[in-house]
């Protein structure tokens, strides 16, 4: 099973919005025992809060389904655990290394360099503009898919 973590700062905006869309088109592409997908944030800023009300208006808004859930904190035990470590933004990379200093098994990207593209996500804590952050996400979710789908067995 390919187990999957998306990370962002916080773990209310950025990635339970990837967590929740990634599982939506996994299962949509009948993946879903054999993809695992988890978020959590490099701060302890959020940890216990739930999904920003942000977040859940645009799942709402695409129709994604979500739960509840409460922010967690990225541990060393989840670099060991995860397959594929896809962080939001250069911040988080930084971040990460406090937590995670040597990336031995080159598992942590940027999410959207499956895209081809090397640059961060907004955080729209900051921006507001959760329908932007939401369209990037779908773009790296979408690509990552299909790079799973045609590169890695599963």
Not at 24 to 32: D, H, N
Not at 84 to 110: F, G, H, T
């Amino acid at each position: 099973m390919l187990k999957i973590m998306f990370v962002c700062h916080g773990n209310i905006c950025r990635s339970p919005m990837a967590e929740f869309y990634m599982k939506y088109i996994v299962e949509k592409a009948g993946l879903e025992n054999d993809i695992f997908i988890a978020s959590s944030a490099t701060s302890y800023e959020e940890i216990g809060n739930d999904i920003h009300y942000g977040t859940k208006r645009v799942l709402d808004e695409h129709n994604i389904p979500y739960h509840s859930r409460k922010a967690q904190k990225f541990t060393e035990e989840d670099y060991e655990n995860y397959d594929l470590i896809l962080l939001m933004d250069k911040n988080n990379i930084r971040n990460m290394r406090y937590i995670v200093p040597d990336d031995y098994d080159n598992k942590i990207k940027l999410l959207l360099s499956y895209a081809g593209e090397n640059t961060s996500i907004a955080d729209p804590w900051y921006t507001g503009e959760f329908e932007t952050t939401y369209k990037d996400i779908k773009r790296g979710c979408d690509t990552l898919l299909c790079y799973i789908k045609n590169h890695l067995t599963i």
